[in-house]
């Protein structure tokens, strides 16, 4: 069990803080736990794949219908500003679990595994005595029952899980044995998640349930019913908008049963997207898609829906980041702290409370240009799990070597590669540059003023540049510091 109370103090650097990271207890002046609430609130976190900011219809689609995404976006905290923590869905997965930026684990890109040194959301709330399943997509690593990276390792209890995308007829792993299931993906990962918050409620146990979709993610299988909907578009986008129709009608039938369970009231359920908006998607506003670090490929559809926590219902325009999601839930259920290392994400719940109106510390995002690993979809689990002869990238004991050797001594300690950005406030600084670090590009943008990042100010604002450069550099600093093993 952990031990110490959670505690967090922002790191400063000149201008504005940073990140938060944990106070150490000291020796004989320890505070005592914090109380934990009366009924601590069942937690259920709910991702999509490849959902961007305008693939919902309370932010405007023009044909998209979701009217349970709708319904719950309305009756509890919407975000305007809500990011990804990265661009493509593996590093965003990564972010939620543990509260901090992915490249500081190793998962640059899709498809890489998270560490086993990283101390997860689910490590920490089994620990408090929560009941914690995952079911759906994982993209983490192995899903084999051996893997030091599957769901397993990583705090959940029950798990379901696939490696990767999936749309109809998965085949998932059943906490590493081969599960066969005929029909159409969201709805079946419901039915596994209901199946156990059913078992789960009945016990009276606390709930951490982890849903993620892998839905509306290519090849864009939609059942004909879905599709029929949006029969007047092109082919592609009929089946894009059915596949989040499908994820729509789940989402209606969890909120459904958390009500015939009585749990609804004291249900906190976040939901969010992994990434930006694809090709045949809408980005809303913003500029670029999923991949980019521009606003297209960072913003995403994001709402907290939690009757006995936020009975006021309203949108906020507070920037947030799936790495707050952490940070937030054992701040709300009064978890004691794990002896975290440096998170980049900062607690919400002054927020929830109406008693934050502007973010405290910046954003950092980095895609360091370091290419993903391709995982098998989940059609192909039977081929793989026995064996693994046929799936060379994933082989346990390749995966043990990769994510459990640390240091990694390779990555240069002041040659920060890719596309790197820095939000502030309003304003928003990109450093570019090509794989030797050399020749790096900077651009400023007012988000507030130019969304679509459009007009670059960097010339006519050196200053802001200036400052903001020195922060951003600071924060990739310490990135590599924590790849290393730092912390």
Known sequence: MFARPLRYVALCLPGLFLTATPLPAVEGDAEPP?????TRPHVILVMTDDQGWGDIGYNGHPHLKTPNLDAAAAAGLRFDRFYAAAPSCSPTRASVLTGRHPNRMGVFSWGRPIRPQEITLAEVLRDEGYATGHFGKWHLGSIRADSPVNPGANGFDRWVSAANFYDFHPELSNEGKVLKLRGEGSALTMDLALDWIREKAAAEAPIFAVIWFAAPHYPHH?????????????KKERHFLGEITA???????????????????NTLLWFNSDNGGLPVGESGDNRGGKHALFEGGLRVPAFIEWPAGIP???????????????PTILDLVGAVDPGHPLLDGISLAPLLRGEMDVRPTALGFWNAGIPGHFTNPAGVVTKVLPTFENWSDNKVERVTRRVEKLPQRKFPDDV??????????????????????ERVRWKLFNLTNDPQEK??????????VSDLRSDLETWLASVVASLKGAD
Do not use: M, N
Not at 312 to 326: E, G, L
């Open 34 to 38: 914090e109380e934990k609430p009366a």
């Open 222 to 234: 939609a059942t004909p019913e879905d599709a029929a909907l949006y029969r007047h578009l092109p």
């Open 247 to 265: 994820v729509d009608r789940a989402f209606g039938r969890l909120r459904a049963e958390l009500e015939t369970l009585g749990i609804r009231d």
């Open 312 to 326: 006021s219902p309203r949108a906020t325009p507070v920037r947030a980041c799936t790495t707050d999601i952490f």
């Open 416 to 437: 920060y590669s890719g596309h790197a950005a820095w939000i502030s406030g309003d304003w928003k600084l990109h450093r570019l540059s090509p794989t030797d670090g």
């Open 455 to 464: 007009t670059d100010l960097a010339k006519q604002y050196p200053e802001i």
